[in-house]
């Protein structure tokens, strides 16, 4: 059968029980057959969560590595704190052909431990995480959020870190926070595929994330969305 989540919500927090039953069995096989791997290699953006590291890190290593040799966007969230701790030689070897990476505040700190960096600052991490090496040319750009709190973005060719400040949804307009992370991403790289400039990107990423804790669980309203960038949205930028 395919794979199932429990998750019981607590005012805005949330516990979560995954069963990957199929997705455990997903071998490299699959994504390498040539009626499937034709799709890998028509595509110019590709997105894999850390969650994968413990079913099929071969998946990830050859899509990367494709994404690399072929000059192609390859991004990835590191989607729970236990993949760092976890999958850390895995982590470190893919890091090299990410070329954006997201994360949470907690996903942050647990790759500083596992990482064995000397800072709890997520500042500090965003740079450090952002200035590792990398397999290309390209720079690198880190993205943390912390919730309602400001997100993070460091890049490793600048010597700047970006602070964009929410704008907090109120409480009695919060369902949950289920999939908030994953409408940041997904409201993100629909700005970045069209080039749009790096605010556009975070403020879209905002945007989206702030309808989907508006639902109950990860959903988005029954309405059209339609995305209108805010106007003289900006970041707070310091220099490390």
Known sequence: PTGTCA????????????NLSAAETYDFSHVSAPENWKDI??????????????????????????AHDNNKTFTMNLSAPFVAEFFTAQVEKTLPYIDILFGNETEAAALATALKFDTSDIKQIAKRVADLPRAGSRPRLVVFTQGSESTIIASSDSDEVRVYGVTEVPDAEVGDTNGAGDAFVAGFLSQYMQEKPLDTCVDAGHWLAGQVVRQIGPNYPETELKFVPTADFAPTVEKL
């Open 7 to 18: 998750l019981l919500i607590t005012g805005k927090n949330r516990s979560m029980v995954a």
């Open 41 to 66: 290699e028509a595509a110019r953006f590709y997105y894999i969560t850390g969650f994968f590291f413990a079913v099929s890190p071969d998946t990830i290593e050859a899509v990367a590595k494709h």
